[in-house]
Nanobody, 125 residues
Framework: QVQLVESGGGLVQAGGSLRLSCAAS????????VGWFRQAPGKEREFVAT????????FYADSVKGRFTISRDNAKNTVYLQMNSLKPEDTAVYYC??????????????????WGQGTQVTVSS
């Protein structure tokens, strides 16, 4: 089993930055794909970014491309999401997820096996 704990959320003004962390325990996730998803009030969960285990490339939702950066430190068993130029529409609960392989498309939540509890990000205008 893999346990994931997100941290780093909070309240920030539009244009500001936050860095989210996803710390894994129970098993090393160095050979797992890890992703970030978010869910805003009244909306469905949506894909934000993912980084494969081999870090060969990264994938982003169009809405965050150029502003968010996903990275991983396998020595610390941690994945990060650096969020810059935040907008009010980025307000959501952010979840990290991990899987040994994508069971479907990388942007689908169903493709990930393990999930954290989420961390709230609120961007004020």
């Amino acid at each position: 089993q893999v346990q994931l704990v997100e941290s780093g959320g909070g309240l920030v003004q539009a244009g500001g930055s936050l860095r989210l962390s996803c710390a894994a325990s129970g098993r090393t996730v160095s050979n797992y794909h890890v992703g970030w998803f978010r869910q805003a009030p009244g909306k469905e969960r949506e894909f934000v970014a993912t980084i494969p285990w081999n870090i060969a490339t990264t994938f982003y939702a169009d809405s965050v491309k150029g502003r968010f950066t996903i990275s991983r430190d396998n020595a610390k068993n941690t994945v990060y999401l650096q969020m810059n130029s935040l907008k009010p529409e980025d307000t959501a609960v952010y979840y990290c997820a991990a899987t040994p392989y994508y069971s479907g498309s990388y942007y689908e939540g169903a493709s990930f096996r393990y999930w954290g509890q989420g961390t709230q990000v609120t961007v004020s205008s």
